[in-house]
């Protein structure tokens, strides 16, 4: 379990460090996602009017976007969370509790309550 999760954690680096770009200028393609990210769309559709094809088939690639965390911060991330895990020190997943009553689990329980079809209440 262990192992698989921080085999999981070293691909989505790698993935994430592949796709990087060293680039520190603002390119449309940024611009654009920081556009969505406030909620403007009026402003990012403009944006996307204004990239050309090429833009637009980089942004569909990942390029032309600077990631939120450097690469170091999210090697030290994946770094922590893998000896956390591996220690027993990861923090409880929290349990999911299903709501009381009202759930299709609860639907045989209602069905064996109910009075048979055409019996007056």
Known sequence: MVRAS?????????????GCSHNQAETPQQHFLEALKRGNSAQASQIWLQMTPEERVK????QGLQPAMSPKEMQQDVMRRVME???G?????PSVTPPSGGGL???PQYLKSAPPAGASP
């Open 6 to 18: 921080g085999v999981a954690l070293v691909i989505a680096l790698a993935a994430a460090l592949g």
């Open 59 to 62: 942004f569909e690639r990942g």
């Open 85 to 87: 895990e591996a220690a």
């Open 89 to 93: 020190d990861a923090p409880d997943q």
């Open 105 to 107: 689990s609860d639907l």
